[in-house]
């Protein structure tokens, strides 16, 4: 009896050496960094309030509306349109964005004579607000200075075709347009842009032929940013 309590009291004080041995060791303990929520905010805000130059450019889709004649049905016709761009920060999320742009428009109209067609290159000046709606995503409004270059008309009544730089033409040389818009940035310098333009006074033609009319563009380009 005795022999068997000595073993009983030997295995236990080796087993309490054996644990405390264990605790001593070292233990590895794996751990996740994680950029904390305040620092991953401050990296998108530093890179929010860097201004920015850029260029862009793209396609314009455009036409007229309120011409007051109803035979001048206008249809849309193609052009183009390219610049500079600006980013200037002012409070998250809000920017001041001003571009210069070249851009053609125009419109084709059929007549009782014939079919007329007009392409008018502008230099526009958006002074848009912009705001970052979401991380990836902008929504821009305000107005457009609007200055027309020239002007090239073309005239086809079946039998002839006219074509002067000034045919029948006299239209206000500057005036305000409104544009609003949106961006989806497809990378970090690279922006994918839609945007719609209207005049917000009608072009005075002081001719028979050409009632008033206002210019609308839908706009679909490419935006490329630079630090």
């Known amino acids: 009896m005795k022999k068997i309590l000595f073993m009983a009291i030997c295995l236990l004080v080796a087993g309490e050496v054996?644990?405390?041995?264990?605790?001593?060791?070292?233990?590895?303990?794996?751990?996740?960094?994680?950029?904390?929520v305040q620092e991953r905010y401050n990296r998108r805000a530093?890179?929010?309030?860097r201004p920015r130059v850029g260029l862009a450019g793209g396609v314009n889709f455009s036409n007229t509306v309120d011409a007051y004649n109803s035979d001048f049905s206008t249809s849309t016709i193609a052009g183009w349109h390219a610049g500079l761009t600006?980013?200037?920060?002012i409070a998250y999320p809000l920017s001041f964005a001003p571009e210069v742009l070249f851009s053609q428009k125009g419109y084709k109209a059929e007549t009782i004579d014939g079919t007329f067609k007009q392409r008018t290159n502008y230099v526009d000046i958006p002074l848009l607000a912009k705001f970052r709606l979401v991380p990836g995503f902008n929504f821009v409004i305000g107005p457009q200075l609007t200055f027309i270059t020239s002007t090239h008309n073309t005239y086809d009544d079946g039998f002839n075709t006219i074509s002067e730089s000034e045919y029948g033409y006299r239209g206000d040389k500057s005036y305000i347009s409104g544009v609003i818009g949106v961006g989806i940035d497809l990378n970090r310098n690279v922006e994918l842009r839609g945007r719609y333009a209207i005049d917000l006074?009608?072009?005075?033609?002081?001719?028979?032929?050409?009632?008033?009319?206002?210019?609308?563009?839908?706009?679909?380009?490419?935006?490329?940013?630079?630090?």
């Open 18 to 36: 054996s644990a405390q041995r264990y605790d001593r060791r070292p233990r590895r303990v794996r751990v996740v960094r994680r950029a904390p």
């Open 86 to 89: 600006f980013d200037v920060p």
């Open 201 to 227: 006074g009608e072009n005075h033609s002081n001719s028979s032929a050409i009632p008033d009319y206002r210019n609308q563009v839908f706009q679909l380009g490419l935006g490329f940013k630079f630090q």
């Open 46 to 49: 530093d890179d929010f309030y």
